[in-house]
């Protein structure tokens, strides 16, 4: 197969991807996420948005003033005892996920809970449990197993254009704090940490999905503005690469929007991957490409979004749940692949404690 065989073949980047009959959605949490998700979702085929929760009444005059005129309730509870969903789109606070999905849970509703799975790694385990046990499906939010670039890398990855991989950096970048902040996400109590679980999560999920679940990580962090980790550095040994080094900061100058940066070494060459695309630098032809260096940007790869909002990934993680919802396969952001995130969260912040001592990824 040619490179772009193998790219096309991704389950991530299938066209025309949509629920196999109309539904019925609902969104709690009208945040950021939740009026991202808002817009997404009114714009995809055969999806209805039927209503929304959120305890803070600016937030349905917020919605409303945005042109959306779907019934705003107070409480989660009303909007499901009002409203019959199939699905409900769970963009609150992460101490709240537990409690909240196993109420759309218990009411016949599947679940797309925004990342993390939980604030604790023992609340996690709960979700994923009642996930398993229940027909209504649970997904969870790592969109960047849909974005081209990261999904492109995979399958090149999995075809060993480059080789088994020997070594990998990766790295995730925000300037989202500058300075002392407050609210949910600052609290370890509420969101379960810091820069890791509400950012580079995404990252860790890349990195399970690459490479496998890591066994042992060692890892150092910083508190420069906040009273959570706000930078982290570690290095990890993983079933597919045997050292993976890690970085991440929200409070690096220059990115307004996230930059996630990976490369990976083999014994046939080298592959990076960020936002923007995916350079591979080959020892000898293999996978179609040419000896040299292949850079394969967004024009280049597939783009089967059918709506864009920060890129393609938020319409096509949407349109694959409830594809899945509705009768389709599973996609890779299953509640079980999130607990294996939040897995390798929980040593990572136990390695910080122990002053970056080798700690085994907890089972």
Request: charged residues 15%; proline residues 7%.
């Amino acid at each position: 197969m040619s490179a772009h065989e193998i790219i096309a073949a991704s389950p991530e980047l299938q066209p025309d991807v949509v629920p196999l009959r109309p539904v019925r959605v609902a969104i709690v949490g009208l945040g950021r996420m939740g009026v991202a998700h808002a817009a997404v979702l009114s714009m995809l085929p055969d999806v209805t948005v039927v209503a929304a929760a959120d305890s803070q009444s600016s937030a349905a005059r917020r919605l409303h003033g945005m042109g959306f005129c779907m019934p705003m309730f107070r409480t989660l509870d009303e909007l499901l005892a009002r409203e019959a969903v199939e699905a409900v789109w769970v963009c609150t606070p992460p101490d709240s996920h537990l409690g909240v999905t196993r109420r759309c849970l218990e009411a016949g509703a599947a679940v797309f809970v925004e990342k993390p799975l939980a604030h604790t790694l023992e609340a996690a385990h709960q979700l994923a449990a009642l996930a398993a046990s229940s027909k209504p499906l649970v997904a969870c939010g790592y969109g960047l197993a849909f974005w081209p670039s990261f999904a492109a890398a995979r399958g090149l990855l999995r075809a060993g254009v480059i080789g088994p991989p020997v070594r990998a950096t990766s790295s995730m970048f925000l300037s989202q704090v500058s300075g002392p902040q407050r609210g949910w996400m600052y609290e370890r109590r509420r969101s379960g940490g810091g820069v890791v679980v509400n950012l580079a999560s995404h990252l860790l999920f890349l990195i399970n999905w690459y490479f496998g679940v890591p066994t042992s990580v060692r890892a150092m962090a910083k508190q420069l503005h906040t009273a959570v980790d706000d930078e982290v550095s570690a290095t990890m040994i993983a079933p597919g690469c045997s050292e993976v080094v890690f970085e991440t900061s929200w409070c690096v100058p220059g990115y307004p929007i996230s930059a996630t940066t990976i490369a990976v070494e083999g014994p046939h060459g080298t592959l990076r991957v960020d936002n923007d695309g995916v350079e591979v630098e080959l020892n000898v032809p293999r996978g179609g490409l040419s000896a040299g260096r292949t850079t394969l940007r967004e024009a280049d790869l597939p783009q089967p979004a059918r709506f864009l909002l920060n890129g393609e990934a938020f319409a096509l993680e949407d349109a694959h749940v409830l594809r899945w919802v509705t009768g389709g396969p599973a996609p890779a952001i299953t509640a079980a692949a999130a607990l294996d995130v939040q897995r390798v969260i929980d040593a990572l912040y136990a390695s910080v404690a122990a002053g970056g001592g080798a700690v085994d990824v907890p089972a």
